[in-house]
């Protein structure tokens, strides 16, 4: 099982990304699956969350109306589309079950945002 997170990079000051999170090994689709965040120097915190059942989401307050999560059952992928990027959004972003499982920790995918 492994969850692979993908789609992060170096953005401007106020620019966009779409992060994508995809698992091989389980089907994705039946679990609420969550966004994680890891600042340097930071403990790793929850930023979103998109259930199984009808899809509702969750957002931490620091994204909240600039990130969207969603998930597109037929591939078993889930995205974090995040506007507004500001410095403070940096940070190794991770997906894994809500609540997070520890085997299904993956390598993260890296966001700077930097002028």
């Known amino acids: 099982v492994q969850l692979v997170e993908s789609g992060g990079g170096l953005v401007q000051p106020g620019g966009s990304l779409r992060l994508s999170c995809a698992a091989s090994?389980?089907?994705?689709?039946?679990?609420?699956i969550a966004w994680f965040r890891q600042a340097p120097g930071k403990t790793r915190a929850g930023v979103s969350c998109?259930?199984?059942?009808?899809?509702?989401?969750y957002y931490a307050d620091s994204v909240k109306d600039r990130f969207t999560i969603s998930r597109d059952n037929a591939s078993g992928t889930v995205y974090l589309r995040m506007d507004s990027l500001n410095p403070e959004d940096t940070a190794d972003y991770y997906c894994?079950?809500?609540?997070?499982?520890?085997?299904?920790w993956g390598k993260g995918t890296q966001v700077t945002v930097s002028s």
């Open positions: 090994g389980f089907g994705l689709t039946y679990y609420t």
């Open positions: 894994n079950t809500q609540p997070p499982r520890m085997e299904y």
């Open positions: 998109i259930t199984s059942t009808d899809g509702t989401t």
